[in-house]
């Protein structure tokens, strides 16, 4: 296949030579407008520079790798970064937090470009053809850390065992005699969601049950879009006597809307979260959960990028790009109790089987 040219490109998106030099070198007095017709003609037309081949090198580096990350609100960007701040250290890099907002004109792609950046772990932030052109022109290699959606090819990711992680939490409720179950699930399509809650229903299956469409709601994550989701899940007469809340922050919204309506927990319904938060602990009862261990998955990604970093193959033996997933483990506490129990034999919540 011929070479393509930055000539090429630029007379694909319709501007010089010069102003195409100058959006893949992400500098900023370039317009929004004009940057998007460049690196869509670089992401259209498959465009590496020469200097994008091969390992990168220490002379062309500034030694600050960047954790790109959708916010930095709650203690999960807190853990990831802990973990990629530990093993950056380890090895004498830093780290530059880099919170990619929508704007055009602070697209984060270009400022790692602009500073060149020695690489990036990519937190809860799903790129753009167009930004992932742009990284791939300027040799800026990327992680993807727990990909809200399956990553291109040819980028590495690493996450948890999400599928695992959600059916040791139905386990944990079948193994306690709950038979009526509900989910409180996060967005549709993030991949890791999905995960949790195919993984919840594979373990009700093999006991010949499912999970009812009325008894799942779905929320944003955030704790106040799943108290509202689960005020309408319980707020009803034939209630599911535990709930999987597919995070903590929304296992939280839960408690909160149990609280509301009066139904005890454990004592009325059981409740098990996602995640092992620190919140999780600080809840009355206390949360029952699966741990995802955050931090250590931030520092695997960091490890995962310097081997990219090093020349590292990102395509493996069998032809799939590297993905590393960590164990989750469930976390029993006091927000999960057998059913029934012996001290409140009158339910207002209805078993199945």
């Known amino acids: 296949m ?17 102003t195409a030099s100058k959006v893949l070198n992400g500098r900023t007095d370039v317009s929004a407008a ?17 200097r994008a081949h091969g390992a990168a090198r220490a002379d062309d580096e500034s030694g600050l790798i960047d954790l790109v990350i959708s916010g930095v609100e709650g ?61 791939d022109v300027a040799r800026i290699p990327v992680v993807i850390l727990d990909p809200r959606s399956e990553p291109p090819a040819a980028v590495p990711s690493v996450g948890a065992g999400n599928w695992a992680g959600g059916r040791a939490a139905a386990r944990h409720l079948l193994e306690l005699g709950h038979r009526h179950l509900g989910v409180i699930a996060g967005a549709p399509d993030h991949l890791y969601g999905r995960a949790r809650v195919d993984g919840f229903g594979s373990a009700l299956r093999e006991h010949g049950l499912e999970v009812r469409d009325a008894d799942v709601v779905h929320a944003d994550w955030s704790y106040a879009g799943a108290l509202a989701a689960a005020m309408t899940l319980l707020d009803r007469p034939d209630r599911p006597s535990a709930v999987f809340a597919c995070s903590d922050n929304m296992a939280l919204g839960a408690l909160e809307a149990a609280r509301r309506l009066g139904v005890r927990v454990p004592g009325d319904m059981s409740v098990i979260g996602y995640d092992d938060a620190p919140e999780a602990r600080w809840t009355s009862p206390q949360l029952t959960t699966i741990r995802q261990p955050v931090a250590e998955m931030g520092a695997a990604a960091l490890r995962m990028l310097l081997r990219v970093r090093g020349g590292a193959d990102t395509v493996v033996g069998d032809g799939h790009t590297p993905r590393e997933e960590l164990a989750t483990r469930l976390v029993a506490r006091g927000s999960t109790a057998p059913w029934p129990t012996t001290d409140h034999p009158h339910r207002t919540g209805k078993e199945d089987g």
Not at 4 to 12: D, G, S
Not at 85 to 107: C, I, K, Q, S
Request: aromatic share 6%; proline share 5%; net charge positive.
């Open 75 to 135: 203690t999960w960007a807190n853990r990831a970064l802990s973990g990629v701040e530990f093993a950056a250290n380890l090895v004498g890099l830093d780290v530059v937090v880099t919170v990619a907002r929508p704007a055009a004109d602070r697209d984060w792609a270009a400022r790692l470009v602009a500073r060149r950046s020695s690489g990036a772990v990519l937190a809860l932030v799903e790129p753009t053809p167009e930004q992932y052109a742009a990284l």
């Open 2 to 18: 011929p070479t393509v040219t930055l000539a090429q490109v630029a007379e694909r998106a319709g501007v010089t030579v010069p």
């Open 34 to 50: 004009t940057r998007a017709r460049v690196l869509a003609a670089v992401a259209e037309t498959g465009y590496r520079s020469r």
